[in-house]
């Protein structure tokens, strides 16, 4: 670690992989209620495993967000943090608040919630990933006007590298594509159009500088490209992501109430979206193939591997698949969307996360990689939940299929909860693929747990033997 | 890629490309702001319609269902109950949760009292009349 600062990324890290614990035990509550709806019901209603397991989501992503920017932006600026003490702060403010408002969803009726934090003043509750009380909302934009502060102070500082740079802008979108939070007409169609641009704006726009700018950085640090390649790939793959995704948005306005003009707008423009995800794949592989060195932190490199594959398979693939409006006629809302909003969450952005933290934690530990031991367990848990998302999405997709042949595209359709009894069976197998998610969860943060880093000399002779 | 293509270029291409198309969603956006309120009759939102939206969002009901497909897919499509079950049996149906069926997934029940309950329907009964290009497919939604 060449800056000192790098080192408020740490809590970041730890409090995401914290978050992400809790994340995974609501979704698995959530998936439970799906195979037994009485059990949990006098605790727990549905909607409030739900909205935890997705604003859990959200919040840890942005933390490891948060934590990756304050590591990469000093290497990359060649200066220290502008404030580390604001960071630290704002920290704890972000902590506390998401806690808090995850609380609240578990402990109350969201009535309650909503009357106890004066929504009526200000209406905003009540929209999917928007759940917070207003006094959350407010705490998230002042959160990020420090971050982007500090973030842009430090960039202004120091040297303007194209990583640095569009890692700080792609951060600023998340700020501003949070402000359509405050707004929320009694017009229910304007209320989808305008939810959109923060849902389909962060992950199929801005959020994906984030990986495509993170592969980058790391591609860099480990296997020597030059910096010149890694660059125009970084421009190419966001100018791909933008020019597919402002007007992919119309996947998201065949339904609701918009002009039937987005059938064809939404429908061009999106079958384009897998794009910018297919050649993130390419762009890492070669890369890697055609590496000047070998670093010895081989799990980070699986896990970016990892993260191009599966997000093209859970964005590029079974986004594709949804997206276009003859299919979204009988998909739309289905669990098929759960599946993809699974493996496309997983791959692109959880997966970037833990790629980042894969290559940074050793270094805020003090060393370049960590022991052959802690590799392997987190190789291990890097399959265990690979595998176990494959399974969770391949269920809901079947789940969604048998919604689309008994619901819609029949000429007896059968009402919801009749074809839902149908679908039990998948559901079960959610759930205990959830289950194994959780194992490999468990097994990857073993491997923080593995004192030690790499060894060397150790590594050099044993290669030497097996020659 | 390595000398004919710079990153100068790969850059313009990427903000040219983002503003351009930015301009275009912005436009269109525009167009359709002129057209939702004849496509949802905006005309006829009453402060009772209103009223109905906001205890729809302030329960949650999309934490578990789906209006116009969007929400959570833990029970049914709402955009059709007006039209499906009318308001008499809506009432009746808010008013007796939750059934306590064994295993089956239960609805909790809200407390509304009867005004409220007429504000929600009437909120349905609106949602049900928005133009969503012949969405969905049948009355099960
Ligand atoms: C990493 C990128 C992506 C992520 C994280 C993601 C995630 C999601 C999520 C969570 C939803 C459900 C939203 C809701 O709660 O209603 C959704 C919906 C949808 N996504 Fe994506 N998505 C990504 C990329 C894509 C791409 C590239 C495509 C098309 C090729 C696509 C097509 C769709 C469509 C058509 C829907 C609407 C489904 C429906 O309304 O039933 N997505 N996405
Ligand atoms: C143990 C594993 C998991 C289980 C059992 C689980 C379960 C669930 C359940 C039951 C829902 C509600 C679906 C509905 O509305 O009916 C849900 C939604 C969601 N979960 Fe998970 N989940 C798991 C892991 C994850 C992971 C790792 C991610 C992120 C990568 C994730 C992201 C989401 C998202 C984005 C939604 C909203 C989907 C949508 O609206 O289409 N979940 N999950
Ligand atoms: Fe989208």
Redesign the pocket.
């Known amino acids: 670690m060449q800056f000192k600062s790098q080192a408020v990324a740490k809590p970041y890290f730890i409090a995401a992989l914290g978050l992400f614990i809790g ?2 035990i609501l ?2 509550l ?2 439970f209620e ?1 195979i037994n709806g009485t059990a949990l019901f006098p605790y727990l209603h549905f909607n409030m495993a ?1 909205m935890s ?2 604003n859990l ?1 959200v919040v840890w992503l942005l933390m490891s967000f948060m934590g990756a920017a304050y590591f990469v932006v000093p290497d990359e600026a060649q200066t220290e943090l502008y404030s580390p003490k604001l960071a630290l702060a704002t920290f704890w403010i972000f902590l506390i608040a998401g806690a808090l408002t995850i609380l609240g969803y578990l402990t109350m009726s969201y009535s309650h919630l909503a009357a106890a934090t004066y929504n009526a003043l200000w209406p905003t509750m009540g929209r ?1 990933y928007l759940e917070q009380p207003l006094p959350t909302k407010i705490g998230i934009v002042l959160v990020m006007l420090a971050f982007l502060f500090n973030l842009t102070m430090t960039i202004i500082r120091g040297r303007k590298t194209t990583i640095g740079v569009l890692l700080v802008a792609s951060m600023w979108g998340v700020a501003l594509l949070y402000l359509p939070a405050f707004y929320f007409p009694v017009d229910t169609v304007k209320d989808s159009y305008s939810w959109w641009w923060i849902v389909h704006g962060w992950v199929e726009g801005d959020w994906e500088l984030v990986p495509a700018s993170l592969v980058g950085y790391i591609m860099l640090k480990t296997t020597g490209v030059d910096r010149e390649v890694v660059d125009k790939w970084i421009y190419i793959i966001g100018a791909m992501a933008f020019m597919s995704g402002f007007l992919g948005i119309g996947h998201h306005y065949y339904y609701i109430g918009a002009p039937a003009y987005w059938l064809w707008i939404g429908s061009i423009f999106s079958a384009l979206e897998p794009v910018p995800f297919l050649l993130l794949i390419v762009f890492a592989f070669t890369t890697i193939r055609n590496r000047r060195r070998d670093h010895p932190n081989k799990a980070a490199l699986l896990w970016v591997q990892g993260e191009t594959i599966m997000a093209f398979l859970g964005a590029g693939v079974l986004g594709f698949i949804i997206t276009l409006a003859p299919v979204q006629y009988y998909a739309h809302g289905t ?1 098929l ?2 599946a993809h ?2 493996l496309a ?2 791959g692109a ?2 997966m970037i996360s833990l790629a980042t933290i894969s290559y940074a934690m050793p270094i805020l530990r003090g060393r370049e990689a960590n022991s052959i031991a802690a590799q392997r367990w987190e190789m291990t848990g890097f399959w265990v939940m690979c595998v176990s ?1 494959l399974v ?1 999405a391949s269920a809901l997709a079947a789940a969604g299929l048998v919604t689309i042949f008994l619901q819609r595209y029949t000429a007896n359709p059968l009402p919801f909860m009749e074809v839902q009894q149908k679908e039990a069976v998948f559901f079960w197998i ?2 205990i693929a ?1 289950l194994g ?2 194992t490999g969860l468990l097994i990857y943060l073993r491997s923080f747990f593995v004192k030690g880093g790499y060894n060397y000399a150790a590594y050099a002779q044993q290669a030497m033997s097996t020659r | 890629m390595q000398t004919i293509f710079t990153k100068a270029m790969a850059r313009n291409v990427f903000l040219g490309g983002a503003g351009f198309f930015l301009i275009a969603y912005l436009a269109l956006s525009y167009d359709t702001w002129q057209q939702i309120p004849k496509r949802d009759h905006a005309n006829l939102i009453t402060p009772a319609v209103a009223e109905g939206k906001y205890l729809v969002d302030t329960n949650d009901c999309m934490g578990c269902h789906t209006i116009n497909g969007e929400g ?3 029970a049914p499509e709402l955009d059709v109950s007006y039209k499906t079950y009318g308001p008499a049996f809506i009432r009746a149906w808010m008013m007796s949760q939750p059934t306590g069926a064994p295993g089956r997934r239960q609805m909790p029940n809200f407390h509304f009292t009867q005004d409220q309950l007429t504000d929600v329907i009437a909120y349905l009964q609106w949602v049900g009349n928005i133009n969503t290009n012949g969405w969905p497919p049948n009355k099960q939604g």
Do not use: S
């Open positions: 994340q995974i979704g698995l959530a998936g799906y739900r397991h997705t989501l999917g669990n969307t759960a909003g699974h969450f997983f952005y959880v998302m969770i959610r759930e959830g998610f959780f | 959570a897919y833990y």
